[in-house]
């Protein structure tokens, strides 16, 4: 792999999408997503150009209005003139076509928008891989100028864990209602949120929901006072922890809006006077290595064992000649042969 | 590693698992789930006891009640003396503690049942890992005999690919009302469900959903249809496809659920009266292998690199001498070279 060695279509694309243009931003995202040979490329060239957005991550349950609040945060800093991009992993989303044809009507004008790119990602059927290309779609909007990219994912399972990979700042949209909410709550969401939103707050139950999530997350606030212990004492500036607000929003009419993204800047001014940004890009870059570490093992796993090897010691397991343990031991004994340590 | 190696007390734990001891079962699935050496070893000896049972998936989002579900499906099974285990991946189920008091309070006395047992999955923070070691508990659940086995899961993202890879059978629970629904069905749940029960079905709505899904469903009857064409002729008894029925529930006062498990009964002796038992269990023993296999080479490629060796490259690219992948790369070229091809 050799960063000159990319061809002259891709390097014009490359040109064009630092340049604006949004056409070439989409091509080249595309390229990226295939994790091509020339994706690897331009996330290599594209690279000293990133680390100046703020990346943010907006998580939740479907039904609990996520959509519509990321629409209406577009809306808002589109007023304020800020640039904004938006990554929808979440399968259920409009922002990726899973969604009404009213949402997808309601969101339409935003496509004409130059200052707005919204970009939906394919997220089922490429297990573990979801964070990875997700990471590498952020970082060419990161390069291109974007200051704020806004992560829309499914809060639930493994993309909880995920989304924390590769944002700066968690949003975990919660709507009005105890129960399940409150399961899901207990059940770990809330140790990656930075900030919770209640939204729907037009609904008479929001207050109630709030005071239950201000109780749960009292348990909660010993967390960033943890991880604080992680910074080095010198490049913490400010010692304060950040105690993770409880804010009401309805999208649908636009409330609590301008304020979310007010509080969302003063978590980035948190991290940035902490010293904790800096931890953050840290174990980004870190997941980041480690991720394409993986990816390429992984590559050379397939063309080391070739689909016989694979296929002959299904069939010993099936016949009950092995189990799967060791048949997979075998192989590994097999491909591993000759390999030193460094 | 060798089959013969077990310890002891670890095959002491075996024997009497085998023999029906609960508190055994309980110790070793701790030992299987935390994929000590010890878990490999009992998984390969037990191995030769498995492909028994009959695996079944239930998934769904949170609030379509799969849980109270599981429950009633549960006690249905005991009431005609089958012995059943459940399996919670699924973080707000309230068979991994993820519940209201209520909840718990209504299946403690399934506990105290010899027939029923009840195992609930760390699921959080083992990236790519659910499906792997659900395997293992369903595998052991398997070999010491209990005839069905059903696995919780939520619904979303990766999840829902996961489960078809343990399970025979996939229960898809929708709880009654359009929108975020049809989303999910339209977003492609739908194609891993073999049996669709739409729960609450006292509610108003719920003929509403039943003809919805049903709709979405004809669009979906090609699948099966497809996945036929990858069986050899002669192991296919009959060319029926699954036609995926659509069923109403009432989990909370138990109607429809004896109609469930026969629907269930049916989709198994349809797999193997058409020759898709074999391929099932075909695609389950590759994805175990080809899961040990990763496991393996992870756990390799961490004592291969070292810590130092990562952080001194996550260094080199916060400083911007190198770009993530050129890292990976690099890391890579030091692991793998000396590697030879079989």
Chains 1, 2 share one sequence.
Request: hydrophobic share 45%; with cysteine.
């Amino acid at each position: 792999l050799k960063q000159d060695s990319l061809n002259v279509d891709c390097a014009h694309l490359m040109q064009n999408a630092l340049a604006g243009n949004r056409r070439a931003l989409a091509k080249l995202l595309t390229i990226v997503e295939n994790d091509e040979a020339d994706g690897q490329i331009v996330l290599a060239q594209l690279f000293s150009h990133t680390g100046q957005a703020h990346i943010v991550g907006i998580t939740g349950s479907p039904g609990s209005g996520k959509s519509t609040l990321v629409n209406s945060m577009v809306r808002e800093l589109r007023k304020n003139d800020v640039k904004v991009a938006v990554v929808a992993v979440d399968p259920t989303s409009p922002f990726s076509g899973g969604a009404l044809l009213g949402d997808r009507l309601r969101m339409r004008d935003l496509a004409t928008d130059s200052g707005v790119f919204i970009r939906s990602m394919a997220s089922r059927g490429d297990p573990g891989g979801v964070a990875h290309t997700t990471r590498g779609v952020v970082n060419v909007l990161d390069a291109v100028g974007f200051p704020i990219i806004l992560v829309e994912t499914v809060g639930a399972g493994q993309a909880q864990v995920e989304v924390a990979q590769v944002t700066h700042t968690v949003v975990l949209v919660e709507a009005p209602g105890m129960g399940d909410d409150i399961q899901a709550l207990k059940a770990g969401m809330m140790e990656i949120a930075d900030i919770v939103v209640v939204n729907k707050s037009d609904k008479p139950e929001a207050q109630r929901t709030v005071q239950a999530i201000r109780s749960v997350l009292m348990l909660h606030e010993q967390r960033m006072a943890d991880e604080m212990n992680d910074v080095s004492p010198e490049t913490i500036n400010s010692h304060k922890a950040w105690s993770i607000p409880v804010l009401m929003t309805s999208a649908i009419n636009g409330q609590g809006i301008p304020n979310l993204l007010k509080v969302m800047g003063e978590h980035q001014k948190y991290l940035l006077d902490s010293g904790l940004w800096q931890v953050v890009q840290r174990r980004h870059v870190r997941a980041e290595i480690e991720a394409w570490l993986q990816r390429k093992i992984q590559a050379w796993l397939q063309t080391q064992l070739g689909k016989q090897s694979l296929e002959a010691a299904v069939g010993l397991v099936l016949t009950g000649e092995q189990s799967p343990v060791s048949a997979a031991q075998d192989l590994f004994n097999k491909v591993i042969a000759g390999t030193k340590k460094i």
